[in-house]
Each structure stands twice: as structure tokens, then as C-alpha cells.
């Protein structure tokens, strides 16, 4: 039996549509090519799921004595936190609504 482990990031400041064109490049990979593509991509996205694939593999190794070199990234889940409501002030008295989208990222990992 495969054993997963995962780390959860909730409400990051990272719109989820833009955090899953990050996830979606690593999604399947073994740990140490996830690590190595993440570490050289220009997105904010990046930085975030690189802290929260560390925190699954040191999950795994802590908790379940894992094998850091046969670990691959098993799943990815970039869901839709709430959302901050900010207004701005228009033009003639009115304002409009800012809106400042969360989500929650969650990384397993599994050996291979």
C-alpha cells in the first residue's frame, strides 16, 4: 500500500487560478525535479508551493520515515478560499469593489 502524506497552505494572498498554471507543471513529478523546477520559476505562485512541498516532505519523513529520494508529488488541490472585499474610491462620490482573491493549496505526496 502506498503511503501519502500532505501539508496544507490555507488562505494564501494568491488568486487560485493563477497559483494552478504553477501547479499544474509540477503535478506528477518526483520530489526533487518539483523542487528544482519550482526553485527557478518567476511566479509569486511558485514560492508558495515550493514552502508547502517541503513542509509535505518533511511530513514524511518526520512522521512516517519516508525516503526523501523515492517521494513524488501524488496530488495538487488549489482551491478557492474567501475573498477580501476592499472599495476604491471612483470618481463623483462612488466606489467600487476591489476584490482580493485566497485560496487553499494542498500538496500530497506518496512513494513511487
Known amino acids: 500500500m502506498t ?6 497552505l ?6 487560485a487560478q493563477k497559483c494552478r ?3 499544474d507543471v509540477v503535478r506528477g513529478q518526483s520530489v526533487d525535479k518539483a523542487l528544482h523546477a519550482l526553485s527557478f520559476m518567476p ?20 512522521n ?16 478557492q478560499a474567501p ?10 462620490g462612488r466606489g467600487t469593489r476591489i476584490i482580493k482573491r485566497n485560496s487553499h493549496i ?3 505526496v ?3
Open 3 to 8: 503511503m501519502r502524506v500532505s501539508a496544507t
Open 10 to 15: 490555507r488562505h494564501a494572498r494568491i488568486s
Open 21 to 23: 498554471l504553477v501547479a
Open 43 to 62: 511566479k509569486k505562485g511558485a514560492k508558495m508551493l515550493k514552502k508547502v512541498l517541503l513542509s509535505a516532505i518533511a511530513n514524511a519523513e518526520h
Open 64 to 79: 512516517h520515515g519516508a525516503d526523501i529520494d523515492e517521494l513524488k508529488v501524488a496530488n495538487i488541490q488549489i482551491n
Open 83 to 92: 475573498v477580501l472585499r476592499r472599495y476604491r474610491a471612483r470618481a463623483k
Open 106 to 108: 494542498t500538496v500530497q
Open 110 to 112: 506518496a512513494d513511487k
